[in-house]
């Protein structure tokens, strides 16, 4: 199980710009806004960290229980969700969500749905990642349930709470350990239920393009953020300094998980390279409000490319 913070993968700049379902009254419309209030286009994130370790585990045993292996990217899935909605709903009561935000919209802020509507959702939400957590946990013991709870309960923390996790400089921090190291290693653990330090080096790279979302997202909305009291890394560094640490979070990866001891031809990694190097020049070269919209989702689609190709190595068998 894992948590992936909504701040970062809300912004991911593919869901829709415009209110979705016009037609008036109808359930289409309804259904239509329930799932972009849940942001669809968010869970390849979700997912990525999640296909990693239950590829590693395949890779490193040969077999794979593909039950276990659906119901954590379905409970993967569902703490992504539940935290979209809360967060949706928590950062409209903080006012964080004003006319001046340059990201998609957000279903509160739209009207859509009230703030009460969208938190019980969440809740709901929350509550199904809980269930098929039960499942995980008699598969994988104590290990499963620490990660579990402490996922379901940073996914309330993350904009809630008096000290919320996105309005400090640490969110980074939250990413890499939730989007990189618990949910590679997590996976990888129900797979074989043991833990090495290939499946966590593995994790520590698919969480550095996850955190590099967040520091472009928080790149992106320096001022709106700084008006609504937020204090982000990229705030306390600045934007010159975050060019540079968004460099070195898409670049370091495929050059770690050189000297992971993973199984097969992990340098396919460094075909992921060229995207990280035309993601880099658009940000030194300026990029700003819509255009980095797009590229928090190509930033994404990075670590789905690097994950991918990783697989292709791990399929080749043997060591590097």
Request: aromatic letters at 8%; glycine letters at 12%; charged letters at 10%.
């Amino acid at each position: 199980m894992q948590q992936h913070p909504d701040s970062y993968t809300a912004t991911l700049a593919l869901e829709p710009t415009e209110p979705v379902g016009k037609a008036a009254g109808g359930t289409a419309s309804t259904l239509g806004r329930w799932i972009a209030a849940a942001r669809p286009k968010t869970l390849l994130l979700a997912a990525t960290p999640v296909v990693g370790g239950i590829a590693l585990g395949v890779a490193d045993t040969g077999r794979l229980a593909p039950l276990v292996a659906l119901t954590t990217l379905a409970a993967a899935l569902a703490i992504q969700i539940g935290t979209n909605l809360h967060n949706d709903a928590a950062d409209f009561e903080r006012g964080t969500d004003t006319p001046e935000r340059v990201g998609p919209p957000r279903a509160t802020a739209q009207g859509w749905f009230s703030a009460r509507q969208v938190r019980t959702a969440a809740h709901l939400t929350f509550g199904l990642a809980f269930l098929l957590g039960l499942f995980l946990v008699a598969r994988g013991g104590w290990p499963i349930f620490t990660i579990g709870v402490a996922s379901l309960v940073s996914g309330y923390a993350y904009t809630s709470g008096p000290r919320p996790i996105a309005y400090g400089p640490f969110g980074e921090v939250y990413v890499l350990a939730f989007f990189g190291l618990a949910s590679v290693a997590g996976s990888y653990y129900l797979q074989t239920l043991t833990l090495n330090w290939p499946a966590l080096l593995l994790g520590l790279a698919l969480g550095l393009p996850a955190a590099a979302v967040l520091l472009l997202n928080n790149y992106r909305d320096l001022e709106t953020d700084r008006a609504a009291g937020r204090r982000t890394l990229c705030q306390v560094v600045g934007r010159p300094q975050a060019r540079v640490l968004y460099a070195l979070l898409l670049l370091l990866p495929p050059v770690l998980v050189l000297g992971a001891g993973l199984p097969g031809a992990t340098w396919l990694g460094l075909g992921a390279l060229p995207l990280a190097l035309v993601l880099i020049a658009r940000l030194y070269r300026g990029a700003r409000g819509a255009a980095l919209n797009t590229m928090l989702g190509q930033t994404g689609l990075y670590q789905a490319l690097l994950t991918l190709l990783l697989i292709g190595g791990f399929a080749l068998g043997g060591r590097t």
